[in-house]
């Protein structure tokens, strides 16, 4: 098994400018090799005053096995380790193919394949060495001596070393630009994804809101105007006052919720949820029980002595979540178990937890367990619950004790 990092060996378009000035480089360096090698051969020949007709014939050989070489350069990719073989044998006899021998070397050592780096290595320095003694010892024997087998042997040993390290080098590059490019990629997709991730926690916590905000007031103005419509013993002043209510929720409600979605609309909601508007907290507790109460149920709410005391130190984020929690546990005891009385209860430790028990208490079991199953049938209050305790990292429970059913729930106390 190879123990370099491999790349696809599928061909894949190219850029035109690669293959033709790699081309024009196989040709100048083996233009330049054929010139000075040939000619300094030309040149013995002269001096010795041998007859250079063999080295004639061998040097248009050259030429024309040289510009072969160079013309398989831009088919590489296609067969690179056939290529650059064929490209090898070659230059074992020509000059003019050097160029193009480096070019395909050097591409094929990219690729990072200790297979075929080993079978280009054995088939080049064996033939390379064959081709360079019989040249030696025909063609070239009246200015030259033979060739030592072993001294060729090395000098191709570290040329092919020499082109195979950079090749190395140069597919390793590669790997780690397209690695590196892969990562940005990666990391603009995760930043999209979070960004989107981000958006959609912010929608949700916008409808959560709106959920919480107006199922209140909208309980308050169904249950008013339904008493309007059936109930005709109601006097002049009765009707009169409890149109007033409903026409007071009504305009709260849209208060409200002009307030929630103008942070539609602000550059700041994406970046600041705590700019969600109104911003109620356990400062106006009263407030709600006094509407719940005004509303028939009979609320009773006790506070821990040990936390009254400081219940205003608890940061307005955590006391506007506390305030929802108790507002939607209370719109949905007055939605479904109108007239029932309600406990609500906040303890826990100051400065650790903020403790919150809900109960609704009903008279018959029977009637317990169809409203459990009535609240997790309609509506998103209970769940808008649970999800928004475990945002502000705490817990919601909620379910039938007995002959109640209780919302618990605790949130982290932070100042």
Known sequence: MSSYATTSASPRPRPLWGAVW???LSLVVGGLAFTVLRGWELILFDEAGASGAWLGALMLLDVLLGLAATALVPFRHHAPLAITLMVGIIGSISYFALGAVIVTII???????????AVLAVVILVVTVLAEAWISSTILAPIAEPAVWWQVTLVMAVA???????GLYIGGRRELIKALVQRSELLEEEQALRLEQARSAERSAIAREMHDVLAHRLSLVAMHSGGLAWREDLSREQSAATAAVVQENARLALAELRGVLGVLRAPSAETNPDALTPQPSLGVLDELLAESTQAGLAVHCEIAPDIAPVLSTLSSVQSRHAYRIVQEALT???????GSRVEVTLGGTPGTRL????????SQPRESEALNGA???VGMGLTGMTERARLAGGELVHGVVGSDFVVEAWLPWTN
């Open 375 to 377: 609240r997790h049938r």
């Open 107 to 117: 591409s094929l050592a990219t690729r990072r394949r200790a297979r075929e780096l």
């Open 22 to 24: 790699r081309t024009g």
């Open 332 to 338: 949905n005891a007055r939605r479904h178990a109108p």
């Open 355 to 362: 403790e919150l028990k809900v109960r609704n208490r009903l």
């Open 160 to 166: 092919l070393a020499v082109l195979i390290v950079t």
